[in-house]
Every structure is written in C-alpha cells, then in structure tokens.
C-alpha cells in the first residue's frame, strides 16, 4: 500500500521524519531535523510537539481558533438548554395558563316580539302558505281570506281578539242580507233556519258594525258591505298570537284553548276566567300578566304572559320566570341596571345596554380567561405567547425539533450524495454523466416554490403534526443533497488515482470495499466541514418555511413558527418577548455552526500553520 494512503500523509512534518528515517540517521540531509528532537527520556513539551498525531494536530489548530470554540460553545449550550432544559423545566410543552379577571360578559339578550306565533286546534292544520296569507290578508285591512289546506280552498275569518292577538275561524256560508231602504231582507242558503232570535242578533250587528255576534249558544261571522251582509258560520281553530307564555312547571303547555280563554280574558281586562272547570286568576304587572291556578285556598303560579323574549347568552345558563320579571320591569322603567338574588342566594348587578332593537343584559363576573402575552415575570421568565403557553418551554422544545430537524435532513444528505457522488466518481465514464445530470437536474428545480406547494398538500391532508415533521425532514434532505454529491465526486476523483488505490485493485479488494472502506474516508474530512457550514442552512430553511405555515405545525413547536406566531403589526410592537428571543436564537445557533465550520474548515487544511 502506498503511502499516500497512511493517515499521517500530507503532513509536512510527518513525511519529513519517515525519509530520514529509510536513510542514515547521521547523514548530513538529517542533521538539522535531529538536532530538533529530544532524546529525554520523559515526554516534555518539546517531544509531545515534534510526536504529535494528526488528529492532535487538526484538534490544536481548532482550539487556538477562538471563534471555532465560541462556536462549539454556543452549539452546546443550544443543545443543554433544549434537550436538558425541558427535562428540568416543570412545566410541558404544551400547557395553557389562565388568569381570573373580572369581566362585563353578555349574559342573556332581550328583543321585544314582533312576529306572530300559531296555536292550532288538535286535529286541524296550519301551513306556512297559510300563515303568509294570513299576514297579507292582514297587510290590506281584510276581515277574510281563501288559503289552500290539504288541497281544498278554505275561507277563514279574522278574528281580532287585540292588538297582538287574532283568532282565525273557518267558516261556512250559510246565507246573506240584501240591505235595500233600511230594510232587512233575509236569504237562507243551506238547511240553517234563521229564528227571530238570530235575526235580531244580526240586525243589531248590522247596525253597530260588528263582525261578529253570538247566537243559540255559537259564533257567527258577518261580512259587511254597503247594500248586503254575507253571515257565515265555523269553528275557532287557529290562534296567532305575538305574546310568550313561560311555563312556571316544566313539561306543561299551554294549548289553544287556555290560550283562547286568557287572550279574551286580557282583552275584556277580567281577573279570572274558568277553563275546563278550572279556575284562574291573572294579576297584570305593567306589561307582565302573570296567570295563577286556583284550586281551594292553594293559588299557583301557572304561566307568565309577555311580548319579551329573552334568550341565554351560552346553553349552561338557565333563565328563571323571575329573572325575566326582572329584566322586563326593568326595561319598562328604563333602568339601566338592576339587583337580582339568585336560587344560591347571590345578589347580582345587571346591566341593560340597548344595540339598536335587541337589549343586551351584562354582568361582572370572575372569568378565567386564557393569560396570553403575559410580560416576562417570576413564573414565566419569557412570558407567555398568543395561546397562553410558557415562552421559556416552548423554545425549549422548539430548540429540540429545529436542531433535530436539522441533523437529520444532513445526514439523509450525506447518505444520498456520498453514495451517488462515491459511485460518480470512481466509475467516471457513462455512469459519471448521468449521475452528474441528474445533480443538475435537482439544482435547477426551484426548491421554495415546491415547498410551498408540498406545505399547501399537507395542509390538505391534513396529517398528523408529528408525521409531518418526519415528512418535512425527508423532503428537506431529498432536495439537499446535491452539494455534497459534488464534493465527494471531485475528491474521489483526485484519490482514485493514488497509488494505495493501485493497490487496493492488486489485492482484489471488491469495488464497494474500495469505495467505502478507502476513498471516502479520505473524504471525510471535507464532508465534516460541508456538514457543519449547512446546518445553519438548514435550520433558516426550516425557520422560513415554519414562519410561512409550511413547516411544523401546533402544537409542536419549532423556533420558526414561534416567530410565526406574530404576524400581526401590533404584536409586533407590543409584545417583543415573543419574537426576540426565537430570533436570537436561530441568529447565535446559526452563527454558532457557522464558526465551527469555519475552524474545521482551517484545522483540516494541511497549509496551515501549527
């Protein structure tokens, strides 16, 4: 083996010493060499010097370049405060700190009705189509109105019980009067007989302009005009109705014929009214009536009548008959708060802002409330960050994935280009030019455009962060190995020439041996250097990417999207502890390779002084 292959060869001092050792050592070409060396029988300074390795001798130059070592020790202290950090830190990764605060939350919110709500009799129907008919039959000022119901033309008669109630009858033509000179003139239309009593109930109608009389114990209708009088007859089977009932029991309603009885009672201003021999009485409280059952000397509250919805703000808060007595006395006297106990006991202040026609009823209450962008303190040294999560941990962890990432996607760039650049460079010929065209071929495909696109497909598949991470790692290396693919090829293409390889190829070691087991190691050195200058490439790129959404995803964190947690001008300005530090951090760590790199870089270099 030559000895070019010797690791000690290249090395000015070492080469000098072997020839004056296959010559006389008293010769006069060594005189002055020998001179130099000491014969003490301890090894002093000067013996350690003039024997030293060649890995001592790279590791001396290293150490006496003083940025290499600021370098190594920024690195370290990357990886300490990363990896050793969050093992001691107390706190996970992604653990979420909350603050109490009084805050003014909406707690329910009050509209006055303005729509009509149906009440229909058991066994009969009424369709949307007939309820806008209703609407547009009430729009024009007409006491009558034909809908369709179960595809037959029904004609109803409007009712008006009050100014928020109407009750619709349908009814049945049963005959009319002509009205000619004051004089009434009577035509029956269907086997109804029209006694003297009904008569005079209809003239008496007539002539005070009622729509509707009572007659023999039912309802009739009359459609008035100036020269005739259309008398129909039906059943009340559709109430409409602009006032809420709020049942006091849970489970009861209040069917059409309660509210019938209690909407006649409201208009005629009684206090009572009896319904399916029950009694009820009804106390007005300015526009709250609140109706009781009577039953002997137990009175209990059955329903409260009002024109005032009230809604919760959330699905967890219940709204008590009182609290809405509360809210709508309260609107009536436009108060602008008001005291309210509660079941538990707790008295509290409300307030009543009007937003145009909706009331917002607000109260002051211990929240716990998400503590994001806490300033740097005792607890959190860093503060917190937009999500409520310690700083300090998350850049701990973050340090982890970017510094990992960046390992990783080197050596998947060092396994593919030492392999392809090894086998370019010891084949040449054939198998040099397709290897070297496709290197070509992956240095003109514009790499952060394909990011950006690969990033835009994950988000849609919308994987696992933790399989995104491995994924971003395998495409960052499939992407960088070409650098390196070119380095090797050039040294072993240096090296294949070298006599030790002769005889390599003389013993008949195997082609893969000779590769790998001799040219590359002689390239290690270079690769080392490459390596190390490219991590701090690496990191920036995943850095941007994480910054552009692209990269790692919450809630993992990596310095890049913790930066890309600002992004908007406000943050930006206000809260510096979020992105200042996640900053420095890829500045010194970047820097930190780069020096490193740079002192490898001279330490290898056999020009160098010692």
């Not at 290249?10 to 060594?30: K, L, R, V, W």
């Not at 000179?181 to 009593?197: A, P």
């Not at 005079?200 to 039912?218: L, M, P, R, T």
């Not at 495909?445 to 395998?474: E, N």
Request: with cysteine; glycine share 6%.
């Amino acid at each position: 083996m030559s000895d070019n292959n010797l690791p000690n060869s290249g090395i000015p001092e070492y080469e000098e010493q072997i020839s004056c050792q296959e010559e006389d050592i008293f010769t006069d070409s060594c005189s002055n060499i020998n001179e130099h060396i000491s014969h003490s029988g301890t090894l002093d300074d000067e013996q350690r010097v003039k024997m030293i390795s060649p890995a001592m001798l790279v590791a001396k130059r290293f150490v006496r370049n003083r940025l290499a070592i600021i370098g190594l020790v920024i690195i370290l202290a990357m990886f300490i405060f990363s990896f050793v950090g969050g093992w001691l830190h107390p706190y996970p990764e992604t653990k979420i700190f909350y603050k109490k605060e009084i805050t003014s939350s909406q707690y329910a919110s009050a509209t006055i009705n303005q729509n009509w709500y149906e009440e229909i009799k058991e066994g009969h129907q009424f369709t949307s189509i007939n309820k806008a008919a209703f609407a547009l039959a009430l729009k024009d000022g007409k006491t009558v109105f034909t809908t369709p119901v179960n595809g037959v033309n029904i004609l109803f008669a409007i009712k008006k019980v009050s100014d928020d109630t109407q009750v619709l009858y349908g009814t049945e033509r049963i005959g009319k009067i002509d009205i000619v000179l004051g004089d009434y003139i009577f035509k029956e239309e269907t086997d109804f007989v029209f006694s003297n009593n009904f008569k005079n109930a209809v003239k008496n109608a007539i002539d005070n302009k009622i729509s509707f009389i009572e007659a023999d114990g039912k309802e009739y209708f009359l459609e008035l005009s100036r020269r005739e009088c259309i008398i129909y007859t039906g059943e009340a089977y559709i109430l409409l109705t602009k006032n809420i009932y709020d049942m006091y029991e849970q489970g009861t309603k209040a069917d059409f014929n309660f509210k019938y009885a209690a909407e006649t009672a409201f208009s005629n201003n009684d206090n009572s009214f009896t319904l399916n021999q029950i009694n009820y009485e009804i106390e007005y409280h300015d526009d709250i009536r609140t109706i009781y059952a009577v039953s002997g000397l137990e009175k209990k509250p059955f329903t409260n009548i009002t024109k005032l919805i009230i809604t919760p703000a959330s699905a967890d808060i219940f709204l008590s008959i009182d609290f809405k007595n509360a809210v709508e006395n309260a609107m009536f006297n436009n108060l602008e708060s008001f005291m309210y106990t509660n079941t538990n006991g707790e008295t509290i202040e409300y307030l009543i802002e009007r937003n145009d026609m909706e009331y917002v009823i607000r109260t002051d209450k211990m929240t716990d409330l998400i503590d994001t962008y806490a300033s740097p303190s005792a607890e959190h040294l860093l503060g917190t960050d937009g999500s409520g999560m310690d700083l300090m941990v998350r850049l701990m962890y973050g340090g982890r994935v970017s510094l990992t990432i960046g390992f990783v996607v080197v050596l998947i760039e060092m396994i593919i280009g030492i392999i392809i650049g090894g086998l370019s460079g010891y084949f040449g010929g054939w198998v040099d030019t397709l290897l070297m065209r496709v290197v070509e071929i992956f240095n003109c495909i514009p790499t952060m455009p394909i990011y950006i696109i690969l990033g835009a497909a994950l988000d849609t598949m919308k994987l696992d962060p933790s399989v995104r991470i491995y994924l971003l790692m395998i495409i960052l290396g499939i992407f960088g190995w070409p650098g390196i693919a070119r380095v090797v090829r050039g040294q072993i293409l240096s090296l294949r020439e070298q006599e030790f390889m002769v005889a390599n190829e003389a013993t008949g070691l195997s082609v893969s041996r000779r590769i790998f087991r001799h040219l590359v190691p002689n390239v290690i050195p270079q690769l080392i250097v490459y390596a190390t200058m490219s991590l701090g490439g690496i990191i920036l790129t995943e850095a941007t990417l994480s910054f552009l959404n692209l990269g790692v995803k919450y809630p993992y964190a990596s310095w890049g999207n913790i930066v890309n947690s600002v992004n908007d001008s406000y943050v930006l300005q206000n809260y510096w502890f979020v992105w200042i530090p996640a900053g420095m951090l890829i500045l010194i760590t970047v820097l930190g390779f780069n020096f490193v790199g740079d002192g490898l870089r001279d330490a290898f270099d056999p020009k160098m002084k010692r």
